[in-house]
């Protein structure tokens, strides 16, 4: 039995502590995509600082309480040599109900024994892979940078489909990154997902950040929209795989509110919904830095310089501040994970959800 998804019902009221922890692994890559909005931050990072040690990191997991939500990010965080051990660290002592695990497929082998470590070194969390495919085999290994890109990722997940049988709380997925080079191309790449039966869900996030390649920002919203509505027209007819674990259905209905607020988002360039970024969620780079988001506007502080203790970065001055700022709404942005979160902990989004949720068992 997995750790429960509603263990964490009190911070639908009170927003207490953090919930959320997405960690940037590091910042090495073995692909060179044109969207990504972290490799274009390398000239402002540090270039003497390395990446936490596996004590710093235990010592910061043990500054957290329980997880709901473990996402890991980089960089590509399979070239981590000791990525099966910073799991296990954060598995045992902040019991995380889902761990994330994004990876660009690029290392097939090597993701495929590491994900059967930590599926076997973590029995009670949702242990969830995504792949990214931003495309069919050409405009793929172009926006990744690397031919032969689409092979490998395919690779990758015909060895994880194997895993997928073995273990109950494996989450086999793949995300797409929405922007300009691709909006045209959608259909035919979710229709090519929905054929993978192994994929037990397909994301689609909107291109965010200061990217490389700011052209491929200046996506059509229509088509946006287009995109999300053909996604949720599959969840309701079971033409699209769902999730397996406890409160899966919830999850897609969610997934679904979620799409339009982000559509919403973008289209007003404003928040159009209380944002808990800094309060139930929280953002540590490879070297320390922390940040209530992906945003990487305000840094709330580095952990290194509390003895890896995040609580004690949350108690600064600094980082009440930057909080108080985005509570008053002087910010907004399309980030999944974290609109993710305003969303489930948002009470008065839930006659919505519900709405979608009677929707969904309806497609069965």
């Known amino acids: 039995m997995t750790y429960s998804l509603f263990r964490h019902a009190d911070s639908i009221f009170f927003k207490k502590q953090p919930i959320q922890l997405t960690f940037f692994l590091t910042s090495r890559c073995n692909a060179r995509c044109p969207f990504c909005f972290y490799l274009s931050r390398e000239e402002t990072r540090r270039n003497d600082a390395s990446e936490l040690s596996l004590a710093e990191i235990e010592q910061m997991a043990s500054s957290l309480g329980k997880l709901l939500w473990l996402a890991f990010s980089g960089g590509e965080i399979f070239l981590r040599e000791d990525l099966v051990e910073?799991?296990?660290?954060?598995?045992?002592?902040?019991?995380?109900?889902?761990?994330?695990?994004?990876?660009?497929?690029?290392?097939?082998?090597?993701?495929?024994?590491?994900?059967?470590?930590?599926?076997?070194?973590?029995?009670?969390?949702?242990?969830?892979?995504?792949?990214?495919?931003?495309?069919?085999?050409?405009?793929?290994?172009?926006?990744?940078?690397?031919?032969?890109?689409?092979?490998?990722?395919?690779?990758?997940?015909?060895?994880?489909?194997g895993l997928v049988e073995r273990y109950d709380n494996f989450e086999l997925g793949m995300n797409t990154v929405f922007c300009a080079a691709n909006q045209d191309s959608m259909e035919e790449i979710i229709s090519y997902v929905n054929k993978l039966d192994a994929v037990k869900t397909h994301t689609v996030s909107l291109i965010r950040g200061n990217v490389i390649d700011r052209e491929l920002k200046k996506v059509d919203l229509q088509k946006y929209q287009e995109t999300i509505s053909t996604m949720e027209a599959n969840l309701k007819t079971r033409q699209a795989a769902r999730y397996r674990f406890r409160g899966a259905r919830l999850k897609s209905a969610q997934d679904i509110v979620q799409r339009r607020l982000i559509h919403q988002t973008q289209n007003q360039q404003k928040q159009v919904i209380p944002c808990y970024a800094g309060q139930l969620t929280l953002v540590v780079t490879e070297t320390g830095d922390v940040y209530p988001c992906e945003s990487f506007d305000e840094k709330l502080g580095n952990i290194r310089d509390f003895d890896c203790n995040l609580q004690q970065v949350l108690r600064t001055e600094q980082a009440t501040e930057v909080i108080t700022t985005i509570q008053k709404k002087k910010c907004f942005c399309t980030h999944e994970c974290y609109m993710m979160m305003n969303v489930l902990f948002n009470s008065r989004l839930y006659p919505a959800i519900f709405r979608e949720y009677l929707g969904l068992m309806g497609g069965n």
């Open 86 to 161: 910073v799991v296990k660290i954060f598995y045992e002592t902040n019991k995380p109900a889902i761990i994330l695990l994004p990876t660009n497929g690029l290392l097939p082998e090597v993701i495929y024994r590491n994900t059967s470590a930590i599926l076997e070194n973590s029995p009670k969390s949702v242990v969830t892979v995504k792949l990214s495919l931003d495309g069919l085999e050409s405009v793929h290994d172009t926006l990744r940078g690397v031919p032969g890109a689409f092979q490998k990722t395919l690779d990758t997940y015909r060895l994880l489909a």
